[in-house]
């Protein structure tokens, strides 16, 4: 049985990220990728031109293990072989690597990923069934309000004043649920509900 996983939001704005290999996996990873604003180089003989388009650096040649040196992050999206040369260097190298598709060298998994009005939500199977985490992902979909944008306001409001206020950490949730509760009070009925 293997210990549970930490999850965890990475900030990779300007920050160097491998893309090994260059096909239709690595197609799918890359508009994230870049959407978190990550400097990303792509290593892989053969680049789909959908890739090579987008703003990357690509390097047309087999992965070599120098290749990790600054990076913060790496994807690797080729074969099973390729996958697990650069799982391995990744790992002598201290270097998170996300192997698609092969849970055994991966070292970070992605999950169904919801985006809607400054919340995040993501949904892991640790990697075992992310197909179910994709229909997760949905289910989510379905129940959160199409626009949270306003529960964001509020608690980032309510989260400043509490700060300055000196309120114990243990006590915000309960504020911060009043706080919300009056967000969907002052509006008129059918705007409060979704």
């Given amino acids: 049985m293997s210990l549970p996983l930490f999850p965890v939001f990475l900030k990779l704005e300007g920050r160097a990220v491998l893309l090994v290999g260059g096909g239709r996996i690595a197609a799918a990873r890359l ?8 400097s990303v180089t792509v290593v892989a003989p053969l680049v ?9 650096r690509v390097e047309r040649r087999g992965f070599r293990p120098e290749d990790l040196d600054g990076a913060w992050l790496v994807v690797a999206a080729a074969d099973r072989e390729t996958n697990r040369a650069v ?10 690597v996300n192997a698609v598709d092969d849970v055994e060298s991966a070292s970070v998994y992605t999950g169904g990923v919801l985006r809607r009005g400054g919340v995040t939500v993501a949904v892991s199977t ?14 989510l979909e379905a129940l959160l309000p199409d626009d949270p944008s306003g529960w964001v306001e509020v608690a980032a409001r309510t989260r400043l004043e509490q700060r300055q206020a ?6 915000r949730r309960p504020l911060l649920l009043r706080a919300l509760e009056e967000l969907y009070a002052s509006r008129p009925v059918n705007e409060a509900t979704w």
């Fill in 31 to 38: 508009p994230a990728l870049l959407a978190a604003g990550a």
């Fill in 48 to 56: 789909r031109d959908e890739v090579a388009a987008q703003p990357v």
């Fill in 87 to 96: 799982a391995e260097a990744a790992e002598r190298a201290r270097v998170f």
């Fill in 126 to 139: 640790e990697g075992r069934a992310p197909a179910l985490a994709g229909l997760m992902r949905e289910a």
């Fill in 166 to 171: 000196g309120v114990p950490i243990s006590q």
